[in-house]
């Protein structure tokens, strides 16, 4: 069975910081990775997402994230955070082969402090 | 194009009312989930959809669930009776992923449902 583990809650930053939202993944077979965030009181958006070829994808906001196969892990960074970027953060994993049904991790609370 | 739209936005009921979540999927989108999010369990896939046909409903929590898609423009939720633990916001997403498809999952803003 497929899992996904976010290992931060909750990550508190100041504004032009760096930040490296962990996620790490267990599947016995070859996953999609993607992540999504959600602003308060709103869906999900997706923020980016790995399927094959280059194992570093970016978003048009400046977030990027590395496919590591041999750590199961797709952590996402960004080198210099805003005040708008204040979200929760979910890493996402899809089995390969699978329909498209997405299972989550538990979100990662960003909040980025003046 | 207006995006997933979801109705109502906030739902207040009592223990044991029944409770009808709608949504309207992107239009041209073949792929439908159910989603629900609490502090406890994070998000969950309930139930999904390929063309208006259940392809698993695995993740819904119990008989008291249930889920319809009568056509490719329309999706309901239905909890009967409702219960104080079904408290939480549900989501519906849409994709024009079909069989194997992996396209992106757009959501919807999410109903807040309270149960008393």
């Not at chain 2, 989108?29 to 392809?55: A, C, D, K």
């Not at chain 2, 909890?79 to 549900?90: F, K, L, M, N, T």
Request: with cysteine.
């Amino acid at each position: 069975a497929q899992s996904v583990t976010q290992l931060d809650s909750q990550v508190p930053v100041f504004e032009e910081a760096p930040v490296e939202l962990r996620c790490n993944y267990s599947s016995s077979v070859s996953v999609y990775l993607f992540w999504y965030v959600q602003y308060p009181n709103q869906g999900l958006q997706l923020l980016l997402k790995y399927l094959s070829g280059s194992t570093l994808v970016e978003s048009i906001n400046g977030f990027e994230a590395e496919f590591n196969k041999s750590q199961t892990s797709f952590h996402l960074r960004k080198p210099s955070v805003h005040i708008s970027d204040t979200a929760e953060y979910f890493c996402a994993v899809c089995r390969g082969g699978s329909q498209g049904n997405l299972i989550f991790g538990k979100g990662t609370k960003l909040s980025v402090k003046p | 194009d207006a995006g997933v739209i979801q109705s109502p936005r906030h739902e207040v009921t009592e223990m044991g009312q029944e409770v009808t979540l709608r949504c309207k999927p992107i239009s041209g989108h073949n792929s439908l989930f159910w989603y629900r999010q609490t502090m406890m369990r994070g998000l969950e896939l309930l139930i999904y959809f390929n063309n208006n046909v259940p392809i698993d409903d695995s993740g819904m929590p119990e008989d008291r669930f249930s889920a319809k898609m009568p056509n490719a423009s329309f999706s309901t939720l239905k909890i009967q009776p409702s219960e104080p633990r079904d408290s939480a916001v549900y989501f519906c997403a849409s994709s024009r992923a079909g069989t194997g498809g992996l396209d992106e999952q757009f959501f919807g803003p999410g109903t807040r449902l309270t149960v008393l």
